[in-house]
């Protein structure tokens, strides 16, 4: 059994936003407070020293960024991501955080990420379990939408096509169409090759999802989507695409 409570480390360059995560925290009787780190070097420094199980990583930190924290620690405590802004919700999530809070949160939700973290640092749940659930190699399985002040997940497979908009990308899937702040190319480098086609300099595509396939003109194709959307494969992707089909 772990011995409770659990060991957290708070990482926070705002004087305030710490205060109120000391506050949040100070209730709870399973979490014991060890540290305190306003910077991404002393933050490395403190979790090498402290080993702490759990840390509250703020992501905009000076001299190194808390996702930066993430991938450099040669520890690996349960991380919450804390930040005012959603744009790194993706990377986030990709280095198996346990949960993200968008700043200012309130008690309510921390109360969601405390009971995330119980069940996380549960010694019920196994390491093996523990460690799939955090590291996902490969191709991404879900991306993240933030939706008020949560974020929800938005299965891979579940998408249908995904349109870029200036900086973001508009994801339409099953579940809804969700705006990401990350770009299609980013995206493109992260879905699966075999299941996802970027048919367009702002379109990629579920080939899962595809209805059907016709000529558009004489060198493109047109796809037509299981959502009844259509859209116009570039002369490249038209031509990957007829080998694909043959
Ligand atoms: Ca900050």
């Known amino acids: 059994m772990r011995p409770l409570p659990i ?6 360059d705002e004087a305030p936003a710490r205060l109120s995560l000391r506050e949040y925290l100070s209730d709870v009787l399973w979490v014991a407070v060890v540290g305190e780190a306003s910077d991404g070097v002393e933050a490395l420094r403190l979790i090498a020293a402290l ?3 759990l840390v509250f990583l703020d992501v905009r930190l000076p001299e190194v960024s808390g996702l ?3 991938r450099r620690m040669r520890q690996s405590p349960a991380i919450v991501f804390t930040t005012a802004y959603d744009r790194y919700a993706i990377a986030a999530f990709e280095l198996g955080a ?21 069940t996380r640092l549960s010694p019920s749940v196994s390491d093996g379990e ?26 891979a497979a579940s998408i249908v096509r995904i349109q870029a908009q200036g900086d973001y990308a508009e994801v339409h899937a099953g579940p809804g169409t969700f705006l990401i702040h990350v770009s ?5 480098g992260r879905l699966d090759p075999h299941a996802f086609l970027q048919v367009h300099r702002s379109h990629i595509v579920n080939l899962a999802a595809v209805a059907h396939i016709e000529p558009h003109d004489e060198r493109r194709l047109a796809i037509r989507l299981r959502d009844g959307s259509v859209v116009v494969a570039s002369r490249a992707a038209s031509e990957a695409l007829r080998r694909q089909a043959r």
């Open 7 to 12: 060991r957290a480390l708070i990482v926070e």
């Open 98 to 118: 346990i949960d993200y809070l968008v700043k200012p949160f309130g008690r309510e939700r921390f109360a969601t990420t405390l009971a995330r973290v119980r």
């Open 130 to 155: 523990r460690a799939r659930a955090t590291l996902e190699p490969g191709p991404l399985q879900r991306l993240f939408a933030r939706q008020g002040d949560r974020i929800v997940p938005i299965a």
């Open 184 to 188: 299609l190319a980013e995206l493109a």
């Open 51 to 53: 080993e702490p199980d």
């Open 68 to 70: 930066e924290v993430a």
